[in-house]
């Protein structure tokens, strides 16, 4: 694969800038600069290196042959340009962050499709402030004090409550379970 000049930059920095927390946005335009700066300096050099004058060499130095041997061995030095062995390696990557972004995205989409339903049912509920008893009671069933059916002690909260267990109280029941 011989090497290509680059004549721009291919990043697309006002887009990358927009993705920047404000919190690193000094780190962002310190980045930038030096990428700007480098860029600069690659575009100083010519594409192609100088041709030497080997014509004018010698008829300046008076040793015979070195001027010959010097181009001889020039002409014979190639530097390889190195092997491209990550690009493979950087897809795959790119591939399997994709599938999980796109994984992320589709549960996310179905946790705000459930969200919504949920914040729809609140609102179409009456303000707490103007409900009664009863109406919290149709409204949460499961969470109203039900005295006939579920009997509850003050403060009718769960940790009052006879039988009540802890979640740290049920995760070392079954650590001491899967441990007999």
Same mark, same amino acid.
């Given at each position: 694969?011989?090497a290509?000049?680059?004549?721009?930059?291919?990043?697309?920095?006002?887009a &990358?800038?927009?993705?920047?927390?404000?919190? +690193?946005?000094?780190?962002?335009a310190?980045?930038?600069? $030096?990428?700007?700066?480098?860029?600069?300096?690659?575009?100083?050099?010519p594409?192609?290196?100088?041709?030497?004058?080997?014509a004018?060499?010698?008829n &300046?130095?008076?040793?015979?042959? &070195?001027?010959?041997?010097? %181009?001889?061995?020039? /002409?014979?030095?190639?530097?390889?340009y190195?092997?491209?062995?990550?690009?493979? +390696?950087? /897809?795959? +990557?790119?591939?399997?962050?994709?599938?999980?972004?796109? =994984?992320?995205? $589709?549960?996310?989409? %179905?946790?705000?499709?459930? *969200?919504?339903?949920?914040?729809a049912?609140?609102?179409? &509920?009456l303000? *707490?402030? %103007?409900?009664?008893?009863?109406?919290?009671?149709?409204?949460?069933?499961?969470l109203a004090?039900? =005295?006939?059916?579920?009997?509850?002690f003050?403060?009718h909260?769960p940790?009052? +409550?006879?039988?009540?267990? =802890?979640?740290? %109280?049920?995760a070392?029941?079954a650590?001491?379970a899967?441990e007999h």
């Amino acid at each position: 694969m011989a090497a290509r000049r680059i004549a721009k930059s291919s990043i697309n920095w006002s887009a &990358l800038a927009e993705r920047v927390p404000p919190n +690193q946005k000094a780190q962002f335009a310190a980045f930038k600069i $030096k990428s700007d700066v480098y860029m600069r300096a690659v575009m100083s050099n010519p594409e192609t290196a100088p041709k030497i004058d080997w014509a004018h060499y010698k008829n &300046l130095i008076p040793i015979p042959g &070195l001027v010959d041997t010097f %181009q001889k061995h020039y /002409e014979a030095l190639k530097v390889p340009y190195p092997p491209d062995n990550v690009t493979s +390696q950087v /897809e795959t +990557q790119a591939k399997e962050a994709k599938a999980e972004v796109d =994984s992320f995205k $589709k549960s996310s989409e %179905q946790r705000i499709a459930q *969200y919504k339903k949920e914040i729809a049912h609140l609102n179409s &509920l009456l303000p *707490y402030n %103007q409900m009664t008893m009863e109406d919290y009671r149709d409204s949460f069933p499961d969470l109203a004090l039900d =005295s006939a059916n579920r009997p509850t002690f003050w403060p009718h909260n769960p940790e009052e +409550q006879v039988g009540y267990v =802890s979640k740290e %109280q049920e995760a070392a029941r079954a650590e001491h379970a899967k441990e007999h």
